[in-house]
Nanobody, 121 residues
Framework: QVQLVESGGGLVQAGGSLRLSCAVS????????MAWFRQAPGKEREFVAV????????FYSDSVKGRFAISRDNAKTTVYLQLNSLKPEDTAVYYC??????????????WGQGTQVTVSS
């Protein structure tokens, strides 16, 4: 049973930064592609970023490209999301997920409980 636990969310002013972490246990972390999704109130959960199991390949949604950076530490079985130049529209619950190298929610078999990010204007 794979378990994912996010941390690092909080309240930040527009233009600020946060670093989210997702600790993974119970599986073979180095064999999972890892992703971040987010869900704002009243909206569908949307793709943010994905990183391959080899750490070599990343892909971002257009809305965060150039501002967010996904990374992973296979030795610590942790994936990170660095959020820079935050905007109020980045306010959402952020979820990490393990699965395929994909942008589709259905391609990920394990999910964390989420961490809230709130950006004030």
């Amino acid at each position: 049973q794979v378990q994912l636990v996010e941390s690092g969310g909080g309240l930040v002013q527009a233009g600020g930064s946060l670093r989210l972490s997702c600790a993974v246990s119970g599986g073979t972390f180095s064999r999972y592609n890892m992703a971040w999704f987010r869900q704002a109130p009243g909206k569908e959960r949307e793709f943010v970023a994905v990183i391959s199991m080899s750490e070599i390949t990343t892909f971002y949604s257009d809305s965060v490209k150039g501002r967010f950076a996904i990374s992973r530490d296979n030795a610590k079985t942790t994936v990170y999301l660095q959020l820079n130049s935050l905007k109020p529209e980045d306010t959402a619950v952020y979820y990490c997920a393990a699965g395929s190298f994909s942008v589709r929610k259905a391609d990920f078999h394990s999910w964390g409980q989420g961490t809230q990010v709130t950006v004030s204007s």
